[in-house]
């Protein structure tokens, strides 16, 4: 099992934060700091603890908010690069990012009225941890200035700081307060998007795509001419952002961005050898769906292939799930084989529940069955 999350900030974080601090002014009080961090924080969950630490940080940092913010910047490691996949890379830090939870509190608190100075934070932090938490209430109090800098930032020879650029402008970002006026109006951010869409590093077009999918749960419409116009004499890396940023729509069988995606027609194909196995399952096993498409015509046949499982509820009605299998380019008289394996062992994002659980294939948006599993 997982340890919790607030084992990011373990005991050994705030004596370490200190230190840091310590080093860029040294008139930082560590003892002081830490007598204010320590009482009960072993029963603190995540975000209580950073919100524990940025308040003692409030309380010893110099009160004049614009050299808090440098001495901030100043006690902060040197910047993540990227790794070969362009991922973030923190090297060898024996310690987590999350480290930085704290600042990035401090910032979205304290620093609304020095809005150049806590910029200057946000873009240093954003390359050691994130500022897509802190920069939030700036886009809520200071829109036009926050995203005239974010409009600049979207150039920046930083990735971290291009990300944030989307992340921290997505409506609906886990973990984090919605933005209301974004959320009415994706038009808001669409320019920064659409700047960054063929980005370099595929750490900044994910967080595009993922904003582009916070769009379609509000404006499905808005989300598929968006697609339809990027698609246009697209590189394989935009299609590729394109179809994660309209998966939401796609599990819904949404018919314009199937047809925005060029599957939104019905396929000539035959569904065999459908296979759920075993038939009779008990809670913690596996269940292999399996079937073979084939293509009997004399056409080439484009499909995009899921599976949709109807899982039993508490109340024993039935909620369905759809999980992605792959987009096919079947060739006249193939077949191909498509499967997946479902793990039936408690979760914290699911819980199984006994009964007849409904299997089907969805090609393209159609839903074909394939029969089903019994739970006990």
Known sequence: MAEP???????????????????????????????????????????????????????????????????????MDPPMGLDAVGEPDAGDRPYSAFLYLPHSI???????PHFEAAMAAQHALTQRFTAEFCIRPYLLHHQGATLARLRDWAQDG?????????????????WAPRLPAFQANPQLALPLLDALKDDPSSYVRRSVANHLGDIAKDHPDLAVGTARAWLQSAPAPREALVRHGLRFLIKRGDAGALDALGVGHAVALDVRAARVLPARARIGDKVRIEAELHNPTPQPQRVLADLKVHYVKAH??????????????IPPGATVAVGKTLSLQQMTTRTHYPGAHQVELVLNGRPQPLGQFQLS
Do not use: C
Request: glycine share 8%; hydrophobic share 40%.
């Open 106 to 112: 401090y910032i979205g608190t304290h620093g609304l």
């Open 158 to 174: 930083n990735a971290h700081v291009r990300r944030l650029v989307s992340e921290g402008t997505r409506p609906r970002l886990p």
């Open 5 to 75: 999350l607030k084992y990011l900030l373990n005991d050994t974080v705030p004596p370490r934060i200190a230190a840091m601090v310590r080093r860029a002014w040294r008139k930082f009080d560590t003892t002081a700091f830490l007598q204010q961090v320590q009482p009960g924080y072993e029963s603190l969950e995540l975000m209580a603890r950073g919100q524990r630490i940025a308040q003692a940080l409030q309380t010893h940092l110099p009160q004049d908010v614009p050299r808090a913010l440098g001495v901030l910047v100043e006690s």
């Open 316 to 329: 024993g009605g039935a909620a369905p799930k759809v999980f992605k299998l792959q987009t096919l380019d």
